[in-house]
């Protein structure tokens, strides 16, 4: 594990950023459904405020600079949620990151993520494509590591609710793969 490189993604997924979108004292992430395209949105809230990005084109939608101090950080709701931005915004987005909460570890089609710490605090992620222990199997075949947390703490790991993004979410960063619905 600790031999193991960080390695791209493999097909079908691909990154919606070059590189990671940086996102300074990033508290948690939150995914919802775009009501008109039925894309994947991803919220990102953090000490500078909200904002919410298309999780396959990776443009950023909507950005609320200064929510209302009540409800601008999850740990002021008990399900760990915020309000909404731009066109989701008649809904609230559950929250996982410093406050508690999480994301789906598995895509519901075969897809699964693991987060390990061999060299704790330096967490590493894991991508699957079988329920087995990713570990037994050669790196490359059966598991990669497509993530390591070199430099920031991690908040949140996980897949949308539609399994077509998968999110890694440290205190200073956002890195974000999507695939095409299955057919």
């Not at 459904?33 to 919410?52: I, Q, R």
């Not at 915020?82 to 929250?95: F, K, S, T, W």
């Not at 205190?171 to 619905?181: I, K």
């Amino acid at each position: 594990m600790l031999a193991a490189p960080v390695v791209p993604a493999p097909a079908p997924w691909r990154p919606v950023f070059e590189s990671c979108a940086p996102v300074g004292g990033l508290l948690g992430i939150g995914f919802a459904t775009h009501p008109e395209n039925g894309h994947d949105l991803v919220m990102v809230v953090s000490g500078d405020g909200h904002g919410l990005f298309d999780a396959v084109t990776g443009e950023r939608i909507a950005r609320d600079r200064d929510p209302d101090p009540e409800e601008s950080t999850p740990d002021t709701a008990p399900d760990l949620s915020c309000p909404g931005l731009g066109p989701i915004a008649d809904r609230r987005v559950h929250i996982a990151g410093l406050f508690g909460g999480g994301l789906r570890t598995g895509s519901g089609d075969g897809w699964f993520l693991e987060v390990v710490s061999p060299d704790w605090p330096h967490d590493r992620v894991l991508l699957s494509s079988s329920s087995s222990m990713p570990h037994r199997e050669p790196h490359g075949e059966g598991w990669w590591h497509i993530f390591h947390s070199y430099y920031s703490e991690l908040r949140a790991v996980g897949f949308s609710p539609s399994g077509r993004t998968l999110a890694v979410a440290t205190s200073s960063d956002v890195t974000l793969w999507t695939r095409a619905p299955a057919d």
